[in-house]
């Protein structure tokens, strides 16, 4: 950690007090009273950072050099991002690195998870979230083929909205093997398109007309959170993301599925 990183962070008293110069320079003793910090502390912060020059002294008030200001911004971000990352551990905990967002584009997104009183929390979210969807077209990266998802999808394919779904080779083998002639008749079904991705998948991914749906999948498969998120900036990561996986894998047809 470089020498400025560690000053910030061993006391939070110091971006709280950079934060409020950025808003009105003051004296000590205004600071101190404002923050409801001990003058002492607050005279030591700010010898500290005219040493650094972060600060300067104009008529017995503190201000923010330019300098200042961009570390007092820098940091907010750096400190922001954390606790960002922190609130949404239970997603990025089962997420591979491919398929993890930058935490700024989750800030406004809803996080379901499975708890211990209620394990299908995320799979009724997200069910409910795709029977309810108003849209045109679907584009979906799954590790699993579950029977509640299946249903909830059929709905809309069968009402002829554009289906894409990226499923790697095991998961295709496995609704292959379980039933042969069900597998080939929903893939032949023209609004939806199944592609084969030569990579493992262990994440799933949902995109509406203007939805995104993040799911993370603990060891065991069983669906751990879900984010529900119409940021624009996150919808053009997840559509990126769903375009990557799309163009390395290969469509298979109901003839395929059969001669398989």
Same mark, same amino acid.
């Given at each position: 950690m470089?020498?400025? &990183?560690?000053?910030?962070?061993?006391?939070p008293d110091r971006l709280a007090l950079l934060e409020h110069l950025r808003e009105t320079p003051g004296s000590p003793r205004d600071l101190a009273d404002d923050l409801e910090q001990s003058?002492?502390?607050?005279?030591?912060?700010? &010898?500290?950072?005219?040493?650094?020059?972060?600060?300067e002294k104009r008529d017995g008030d503190y201000r923010l050099t330019t300098t200042g200001l961009l570390v007092t911004r820098r940091h907010r971000e750096y400190v922001d991002a954390l606790a960002a990352i922190g609130d949404n551990d239970a997603?990025? &905990?089962?997420?591979?690195?491919?398929?993890?967002?930058?935490?700024?584009?989750?800030?406004?997104?809803?996080?379901? !998870?499975?708890?211990?009183?209620?394990?299908?929390?995320?799979?009724?979210?997200? !069910?409910?979230?795709?029977e309810s969807a108003d849209t045109s077209h679907v584009r979906m990266i799954s590790p699993v083929l579950s029977r509640l998802f299946h249903d909830a999808h059929a709905e809309l394919v069968l009402a002829g909205i554009e289906t894409e779904l990226v499923l790697d080779g095991p998961t295709i083998n496995r609704a292959r093997e379980k039933n042969p002639a069900e597998f080939a008749t929903v893939v032949s079904v023209p609004p939806f398109t199944l592609y084969h991705s030569p990579d493992p998948i262990s994440f799933g991914l949902t995109l509406t007309d203007d939805r995104v749906l993040l799911l993370a999948y603990d060891e065991s498969g069983q669906l751990h959170a879900c984010a529900d998120g119409t940021d624009p900036e996150l919808y053009a990561w997840a559509?990126?993301?769903?375009?990557?996986h799309r163009e390395r894998s290969e469509s298979v047809s109901g003839l395929d599925a059969l001669r398989s």
């Amino acid at each position: 950690m470089t020498d400025t &990183a560690q000053f910030l962070a061993d006391s939070p008293d110091r971006l709280a007090l950079l934060e409020h110069l950025r808003e009105t320079p003051g004296s000590p003793r205004d600071l101190a009273d404002d923050l409801e910090q001990s003058r002492r502390s607050v005279q030591r912060n700010l &010898a500290a950072f005219a040493d650094r020059g972060w600060v300067e002294k104009r008529d017995g008030d503190y201000r923010l050099t330019t300098t200042g200001l961009l570390v007092t911004r820098r940091h907010r971000e750096y400190v922001d991002a954390l606790a960002a990352i922190g609130d949404n551990d239970a997603l990025y &905990a089962h997420l591979p690195v491919d398929a993890a967002p930058e935490p700024s584009l989750l800030a406004d997104a809803t996080l379901v !998870v499975a708890e211990p009183d209620q394990p299908q929390a995320p799979v009724s979210h997200y !069910v409910s979230t795709v029977e309810s969807a108003d849209t045109s077209h679907v584009r979906m990266i799954s590790p699993v083929l579950s029977r509640l998802f299946h249903d909830a999808h059929a709905e809309l394919v069968l009402a002829g909205i554009e289906t894409e779904l990226v499923l790697d080779g095991p998961t295709i083998n496995r609704a292959r093997e379980k039933n042969p002639a069900e597998f080939a008749t929903v893939v032949s079904v023209p609004p939806f398109t199944l592609y084969h991705s030569p990579d493992p998948i262990s994440f799933g991914l949902t995109l509406t007309d203007d939805r995104v749906l993040l799911l993370a999948y603990d060891e065991s498969g069983q669906l751990h959170a879900c984010a529900d998120g119409t940021d624009p900036e996150l919808y053009a990561w997840a559509t990126d993301c769903f375009e990557r996986h799309r163009e390395r894998s290969e469509s298979v047809s109901g003839l395929d599925a059969l001669r398989s």
